[in-house]
């Protein structure tokens, strides 16, 4: 069974570009979440989908955007990059059964440098 | 507001030694409490799962406990190995819709000298 898929693994771009990271969850698996990890702030919660609906989001601003599709792949897009946006971007899903949340399941990462 | 710590930051063993993690949570109404293994530069890998009505939950050489009313949870690793070495993080639930994301700790950076 595939695990979560993240793609690109890596990307470099320039201060005030926009970027756009994809990520599949596992088969099955209709809850998508999105973390920002850096060494400084440590794991924070961006935002999650469960059937294409945002359900929670995270402090981030408005530059921080998501969705998802009626397959459940989720894309996220970062808008007017900063240099403080250099991050190592994760995306996690999980099985919900009658309402119970399941074990959260992450990708590899997509690791953005913001020059 | 949900806040999750973990004490130490940083922890060295000789192999072969029993350990044990720490994370403490600041609000008790949480969902589930999930621990996690993250080697450098790589995604999280999931380790134990307890839902919030389970006391403990084990997998081989690791056993997680849960005491919502404290506020903690332990991740005991038995006989430890050079590869367990990883930062080790815990991550709590929330119970309501304000609150229903995962609150990640700090971790602790565990290195099993051979």
């Known amino acids: 069974k595939a695990g979560v898929t993240q793609t690109p693994r890596y990307l470099i771009k320039t201060r005030g570009q926009q970027v756009t990271l994809s990520c599949s969850p596992i088969?099955?698996?209709?809850?998508v979440s999105w973390y920002q990890q850096t060494p400084g702030q440590g794991l924070q919660f961006l935002f999650e989908?469960?059937?294409?609906?945002?359900?929670n989001k995270g402090n981030f601003p408005g530059r921080f955007s998501g969705r998802q599709f009626s397959n459940s792949r989720s894309e996220m897009n970062v808008s007017t990059l900063e240099l403080g946006d250099s991050a190592l971007y994760l995306c996690?899903?999980?099985?919900?059964?009658?309402?119970?949340?399941?074990?959260?399941?992450f990708g590899e990462g997509s690791r953005l440098t913001v020059l | 507001k949900q806040e999750v710590t973990q004490i130490p930051a940083a922890l060295s063993v000789p192999e072969g030694e029993n350990l044990v993690l720490n994370c403490s949570f600041t609000?008790?109404?949480?969902?589930?409490l999930q621990w996690f293994r993250q080697d450098p530069g790589k995604g999280l890998t999931s380790l134990l799962l307890?839902?919030?009505?389970?006391r403990e939950q084990t997998s081989g050489r690791l056993n997680a406990s849960l005491d919502k009313s404290s506020g903690r949870s332990t991740l005991y690793i038995a006989a430890s190995q050079p590869g367990d070495s990883a930062t080790y993080l815990c991550?709590?639930?929330?119970?309501?819709?304000?609150?229903?994301?995962?609150?990640f700790g700090t971790g602790t950076r565990l290195k099993v000298l051979a």
């Open positions: 609000d008790s109404a949480i969902y589930n």
């Open positions: 307890i839902q919030s009505s389970q």
């Open positions: 088969s099955g698996h209709r809850s």
């Open positions: 996690a899903s999980s099985l919900e059964v009658a309402g119970v949340s399941g074990e959260l399941f």
């Open positions: 989908y469960f059937s294409e609906t945002q359900r």
């Open positions: 991550a709590v639930r929330g119970t309501t819709s304000g609150t229903y994301k995962y609150i």
